[in-house]
């Protein structure tokens, strides 16, 4: 099963220490053979994490193009976490060929092959939503709050932190499966998320009694992922936080907001919302009984808290 790339990513540090690599006069290396060992190893993708982490200190001069060449897998002309789960991925493929089966290079076992029907994934030009998307630093975790902004809770109106929800176990195996089904190999971050937005409002059925039955019963107790993902039934607090543990999975920092829908203090509500780099996007999903007034997508203009408030 191919798991989301964040989680392979976070699998990698963890395992596998941060390494330099040695400079070597060889250019002819082969794509993910970083350091030139004639090998793809876990210690492959370690370099390239350890490249990744200088990037972000403006310090880039010693990867030439041969290292450039062999180290961006994905072929999006920047070297990313993408670039090392990559490696472990297509490590974990070498680890399981049959003796005597061909083996197939890493960009094309991966669909990057530049000789593939597929194209490298497009992450979008700069300072658009979907650039933001797919540069920004992730950080999976497990735990993302919910915050009252509701204008007459019991703070007068003022934010504060209600509870926490956790990503589980099982709600990670069932994203997982959800991507091994859905998502390819030349999908961008924002594509897989864009693709899971529309999804849930495409085949998610909005849980009420006009089926001739409470079938929100069926799913108060759920988690949201396993509400939208496996039993396909929600409300505005499934939609968004399916699409919210998503995005907790990947590394985003993301929050729900409970909040009133009207001016006079009725017709509760939920949605999510998502900050990178200081700047908060707002994300909208619901039910197609309302055609697409509930849809949007990071989307600064709606955002609507910015804070960090705890009870």
Known sequence: MKRLITALTALLIAAFPIMTPQITADCARAAGDIDGDGAITPGDASFILSYYAELSTGVDEYWDDSYMNCGDIDLDKTITPRDA????????????????????????????????????????????????????????????????????????????????????????????????????????????????????HNNVTYADGSQGWNTYNEIISNSFAKACFEKKLGQCIQYNGALAEMLAYMGYDVYLLEMWNSNNFTNQHFRAEIAVDGVHYSIEVGNTKDGDYWMWLFDENKALYHGEADE
């Open 85 to 200: 789960s990559s490696v472990l991925q297509y490590y974990s493929y070498l680890s399981t060929v049959p003796n005597g089966e061909e083996i197939v290079e890493i960009r094309e076992y991966l669909g990057f092959s530049p000789n593939s029907n597929l194209t490298p994934p497009d992450i979008g030009e700069p300072g658009t939503i979907k650039y933001i998307i797919n540069t920004a630093k992730l950080d999976p975790h497990d735990n993302y709050p919910l915050y009252n902004i509701k204008g007459d809770n019991k703070y007068g109106g003022t934010p504060y932190k209600v509870t926490s929800y956790t990503v589980s176990e099982n709600d990670k195996r069932i994203m997982d499966e959800f991507a091994a089904e859905h998502f390819t190999a030349n999908m961008t971050n924002y594509d897989k998320l864009e693709y899971t937005w529309k999804w849930l």
